[in-house]
T-cell receptor, first 113, second 114 residues
Framework: KNEVEQSPQNLTAQEGEFITINCSYS?????LHWLQQHPGGGIVSLFM???GKKKHGRLIATINIQEKHSSLHITASHPRDSAVYIC???????????????FGKGTRLHILP | KAGVTQTPRYLIKTRGQQVTLSCSPI?????VSWYQQTPGQGLQFLFE???????NKGNFPGRFSGRQFSNSRSEMNVSTLELGDSALYLC???FGTGVHNEQFFGPGTRLTVL
């Protein structure tokens, strides 16, 4: 079982719909990152959060530490939101061990005009 | 501020050769992390350098190595290339350590091993 699981793997929606992408993890984390990757490979960091909720424009990210779950929401979706969204967790492993970052497999979002 | 830059953007090598990739971070950032992305495995963490020292390392063989210079620029080297090393290699910079801070990604170097 992967330490970071995302759902759904693929999502197609109509322009204007409310989008939710989920991320569950099974390890203790120091931070959770939401990334966006467009065709061609460029990655943009959308959010980094360790508790609560963050909002930027039409994007909202929430995290529930007790349930080890995070969601990324897109309101009023637009075709330009079409991309792969990747959840990643930072894991602090103690003074004698390397920290690491673990990625989910990504959610491919396609917004139809 | 200029973003993270990576050179070269595309590279074709043959099995057994070695390759060096370069990453210039955002000015003032002290951490550079390297990642490998393949269709099968997705994104995987290679290693992180902070102030010229390797801080964290992922689960990759010793053929993958790196270094960081005093100006925070970083290089990644892969020796004895294998077909499975074909991938998009991304670097990211951050002010603090990348695992626990917001990272800014470069455009990547696409390596093809023939």
């Amino acid at each position: 079982k992967n330490e970071v699981e995302q759902s759904p793997q693929n999502l197609t929606a109509q322009e204007g719909e409310f989008i939710t992408i989920n991320c569950s993890y099974s390890v203790g984390i120091s931070a959770l990152h939401w990334l966006q990757q467009h065709p061609g490979g460029g990655i943009v960091s959308l959010f980094m959060l360790s508790s609560g909720k963050k909002k930027h424009g039409r994007l909202i990210a929430t995290i529930n530490i007790q349930e080890k779950h995070s969601s990324l929401h897109i309101t009023a979706s637009h075709p330009r939101d079409s991309a792969v969204y990747i959840c990643a967790v930072g894991v602090h492993r103690g003074e004698d061990r390397d920290d690491k970052i673990i990625f989910g497999k990504g959610t491919r979002l396609h917004i139809l005009p | 501020k200029a973003g993270v830059t990576q050179t070269p953007r595309y590279l074709i090598k043959t099995r057994g050769q070695q390759v060096t990739l370069s990453c210039s971070p955002i000015s003032g950032h002290r951490s550079v992390s390297w990642y490998q992305q393949t269709p099968g495995q997705g994104l995987q963490f290679l290693f992180e350098y902070f102030s010229e020292t390797q801080r964290n390392k992922g689960n990759f063989p010793g053929r993958f190595s790196g270094r960081q210079f005093s100006n925070s620029r970083s290089e990644m080297n892969v020796s004895t290339l294998e077909l499975g090393d074909s991938a998009l290699y991304l670097c990211a910079s951050s002010f603090g350590t990348g695992v626990h801070n917001e990272q800014f990604f470069g455009p990547g170097t696409r390596l093809t091993v023939l």
